[in-house]
């Protein structure tokens, strides 16, 4: 991982390290931070880790995300479901990297929403969108990585509660590889 690398988390119960921007919870929060912490330094990888709610048993552990979708954007009629109205700024974003699609939501999900799967999501997070948005108008390239802490049912809660730690060594195993 070189120097011009930004890492970038939600909280510190995620992932505490010297160096991470710690955006707080929520796309508002997350773009925000993002966006003041790019004014004063311009890194060439933003690096975002996080957990995340599996849709499936079959996503578990440390993911890699390949492209995030919005899944709280509903402006029917004015746009389809996921898309901003009035707005040309993608509403999928690819990382360039293999892995999962997340969906990203200001609301903790707590039941299978079917319309994600008709996307092909397969995990949910509450950063990313924002992120990669934010990434994609300043021309800097994102990667992410999601530990699967819980599976979007009525125990998403406390299961998060409990696991939000444990993906830390498998990030920062991870994180080495990336150059």
């Known amino acids: 991982m070189g120097s011009k690398t930004l890492i970038v988390t939600?909280?510190?119960?995620?992932?505490?390290?010297?160096?991470?921007?710690?955006?707080?919870?929520?796309?508002?929060?997350?773009?925000?931070?993002?966006?003041?912490?790019?004014?004063?330094?311009?890194?060439?990888l933003v690096v975002n880790y996080g957990t995340a709610g599996g849709l499936s048993r079959g996503v578990s552990g440390l993911v890699e995300v390949a492209r995030v979708i919005q899944a709280d954007m509903m402006a029917e009629p004015l746009a389809p479901r996921g898309q901003t109205p009035f707005d040309d700024s993608p509403h999928i974003h690819e990382s360039g990297q293999s892995g999962v699609?997340?969906?990203?939501?200001?609301?903790?999900?707590?039941?299978?929403?079917?319309?994600?799967?008709?996307?092909?999501?397969?995990?949910?997070?509450m950063e990313l969108f924002a992120i990669a948005t934010v990434c994609h108008r300043?021309?800097?390239?994102?990667?992410?990585?999601?530990?699967?802490?819980?599976?979007?049912?009525?125990?998403?809660?406390?299961?998060?509660?409990?696991?939000?730690?444990?993906?830390?060594?498998?990030?920062?195993?991870a994180l080495e590889g990336i150059k």
């Open 10 to 44: 939600a909280l510190k119960a995620e992932l505490e390290l010297p160096g991470v921007l710690y955006t707080g919870v929520g796309k508002i929060n997350a773009a925000w931070r993002l966006a003041k912490a790019l004014a004063q330094n311009r890194p060439e």
């Open 101 to 125: 699609v997340c969906a990203s939501g200001d609301s903790f999900v707590t039941s299978v929403d079917p319309w994600l799967l008709d996307q092909g999501v397969e995990v949910v997070d």
């Open 138 to 173: 300043e021309g800097i390239p994102w990667r992410a990585f999601k530990f699967v802490t819980d599976y979007a049912n009525e125990e998403s809660g406390g299961d998060w509660q409990s696991n939000v730690h444990r993906g830390r060594e498998a990030f920062m195993s």
